[in-house]
């Protein structure tokens, strides 16, 4: 589960995709995912995460934009699990 949280105001946002379904990340003790995004930045950097885990052509690097309180999808970069 993930949530985003504005520090000043306190107001809970949806993570990046929720209006899609859900975004599927390995978060276990296998799992390579990470997460990329600084306090001064509007970005953010999912990798290793699957929108859908049947169809592993959406796996790859998600990059998002914090933009009218939610994070649109900017930049989609399929990663080949097999390279």
Avoid: Q
């Amino acid at each position: 589960m993930m949530a985003i949280v504005d520090a000043k105001t306190g107001d809970v946002y949806g993570p990046p995709l929720a209006s899609w379904g859900s975004l599927n990340v390995p978060l276990g003790n296998l799992g390579d995912m990470e997460v990329d995004f600084r306090p001064n930045s509007r970005l953010m950097a999912l990798r290793n995460a699957c929108k859908d885990f049947m169809n592993r052509k959406s796996c790859g690097e998600y990059h998002f934009d914090w933009s009218d309180s939610r994070f649109p999808l900017v930049k989609f970069i399929y990663l080949n699990p097999l390279k």
